[in-house]
Nanobody, 128 residues
């Protein structure tokens, strides 16, 4: 069973940048579709970005397009989320997730229930 551990969150001023990392332990990482979700207080968890096992396939929610970049290094079992031009509305707990049923697929799904392995989350706070 793959386990996911996120890091890289913190407090940053609006306009700043952060890079989140998610390290996977166990077998199978390289074939999974991976994604980042976020959850702000009082709101539902939402899809942010996802990447297929072929790194060329990516998908983003509209609010982060052009500011966030998802990438993965299968040799390091790691997926990243580079976040630039951060806004106060990006404040949330960010979760890394794996869609293990889409093994070696290039379709990035966006629903929370479609992802079956989750990390513990990392807090991102953007001050105005």
């Amino acid at each position: 069973q793959v386990q996911l551990v996120e890091s890289g969150g913190g407090l940053v001023q609006a306009g700043g940048s952060l890079r989140l990392s998610c390290v996977a332990s166990g077998r199978g990482f390289s074939g999974y579709v991976m994604a980042w979700f976020r959850q702000a207080p009082g709101l539902e968890r939402e899809f942010v970005a996802g990447i297929g096992w072929r790194r060329a396939v990516t998908r983003y929610t509209d609010s982060v397009k052009g500011r966030f970049t998802i990438s993965r290094d299968n040799a390091k079992n790691t997926v990243y989320l580079q976040m630039n031009s951060l806004k106060p509305e990006d404040t949330a707990v960010y979760y890394c997730a794996a869609d293990t049923s889409m093994n070696y697929a290039n379709r990035v799904r966006t629903a929370v229930y479609e992802y079956d392995i989750w990390g513990q989350g990392t807090q991102v706070t953007v001050s105005s």
